[in-house]
């Protein structure tokens, strides 16, 4: 691949990686700023450290093809899900602030915070280990089919993202 490609890639993944550290690092020293919105910015920059941390670092290994390849390509689409849910939680705290201003103080506790954020890292897990569970039973089932092939066939999967990127925000909404 090209130079540029690799130079731009590694600066975008380590400047995610020191932008996100810096905001978890203000968030976990100061305790004026531990809120229940900054608990959803937190969580969202773990998400997005750990996938500045895999997302380059795994083009640049060629382990794709290899079992640690498929160990760090369910991780990537555990954290790039687990990204999106947080974002997803993160907008609807907001939503729930400004359409029941008033109702927002008694609705919005500390409790239902962290089941929010629980359930925004919740769903990608059982979205990945069910994944991971269907990969193994096609393997067991065709052993002409391989782990490795499987993890290809299923990674561009229109149907699956598709499920995926419609029904958690709907998980979300039944939680509040």
Known sequence: ???????LGWFLSILTMVVNGFV????????????KTNTFIVSLAVADFVLGMIA??????????????????????????????????LELKRYVAVVKPLKYLTFMTRRRVIQ??????????????????????????????????????????????SIFVFLHPCFLLLTI
Do not use: H
């Open 1 to 7: 691949m090209e130079t540029w490609f690799w130079v």
């Open 24 to 35: 978890i690092f203000l968030v976990c020293s100061r305790r004026q700023l531990r809120t």
């Open 56 to 89: 380059f670092c795994s083009l640049a290994t060629e382990c794709n093809r290899s079992k640690e390849g498929l160990i760090v390509t369910f991780v990537r689409q555990f954290t790039f899900y687990t990204s999106g849910t947080n974002l997803v939680s």
């Open 116 to 161: 929010m954020v629980v359930t925004s890292w919740g769903i990608p897990f059982l979205f990945i280990f069910t994944l991971v569970s269907i990969i193994i039973t096609i393997s067991a089932i065709d052993p002409a089919k391989t782990i490795i092939g499987s993890i290809f066939a299923f990674r561009d999967n229109l149907v699956r993202n």
